[in-house]
């Protein structure tokens, strides 16, 4: 059971960003979390309220998903093999909701140094919608399939922007 | 889209901050992946669409067979 968290990294956007990429994470950890509180930017394309996530860089055929997703009257799940990314739908708060209103997303990251396959767990979810009048909530286990140590993560929008006041925080974890 | 797309670097061991442009071949992956995403919902969506119907379809025909609509709903869940 893990008893200690650090905190690596802590950012919030000042301004709209299509692309975060924490670069650098140190590999002195058992595990990390990112915990992840974001909003697409507003009037910047269509919104497809998703995020993408890449680690090390890698836009290999390398990831795979499966999640349980649900949104007001809908549940459903899916599987998603040899992807270039791991694609995270419906994830974030959009323009057309409430005002201010952020979704929450944390990936936790168990064994990122070791020299197997990688899986990891995605939660995600916002309860604030308002011109749908819904609310989603989504759990993904993934996989990435490298033997490196993850150093980096990307997350993307697609074809959007992550609103200024989104803020990613990174923790460490040790297991002793 | 007119806005400049940027990605934010965040560096761990330093704490240094970079907000780098994107790049052309960035900004056409993220087009991609947007017109992947569509792509996938939709078909999501069509799916779940046609399980309602059939759904429907089954419950409507328990009728016929003398079923109330509240038994054949409960059939149905």
């Known amino acids: 059971m893990a008893n200690t968290y650090t905190l690596i990294s802590s950012t919030t956007l000042a301004s709209a960003n299509g692309t975060v990429t924490i670069s650098s994470i140190p590999s002195t950890y058992s595990d990390l979390i990112i915990a992840i509180s974001a909003r697409m930017g507003s009037g910047s394309g269509t919104s497809p309220y998703a995020v993408n996530i890449t680690i090390n860089g890698d836009g290999a055929s390398n990831y795979s998903r499966t999640p349980l997703f649900t949104e007001t009257g809908v549940v459903y799940s899916l599987r998603t093999a040899n992807a270039a990314n791991v694609l995270v739908e419906k994830a974030l708060a959009g323009p057309d909701q409430t005002a201010n209103s952020f979704s929450n997303i944390q990936v936790y990251l168990p064994g990122y140094t070791s020299s197997s396959s990688k899986p990891f767990f995605i939660s995600a979810g916002n309860s604030h919608a308002l011109a749908q009048n819904d609310g989603r909530n989504g759990i993904h286990a993934c996989l990435w399939r490298n033997s490196a140590t993850i150093s980096s993560i990307t997350f993307a929008t697609a074809g959007n922007t992550m609103a200024a006041g989104s803020s990613f925080y990174v923790y460490g974890i040790k297991n002793s | ?77």
């Open chain 2, 1 to 77: 889209m007119s806005e400049i797309l940027t990605r934010l670097e965040i560096n761990c061991e330093t704490g240094e901050q970079t907000i780098i442009p994107l790049t052309a071949e960035e900004i056409a992956q993220m087009e991609a992946d947007r017109i992947a995403y569509e792509e996938a919902q939709a078909a999501a969506q069509a799916e779940t669409d046609a399980k309602e119907a059939a759904r429907q379809s089954g419950i409507a025909k328990l009728m016929v067979l003398g079923l109330t609509e509240e038994e054949a709903q409960a059939l149905a869940k």
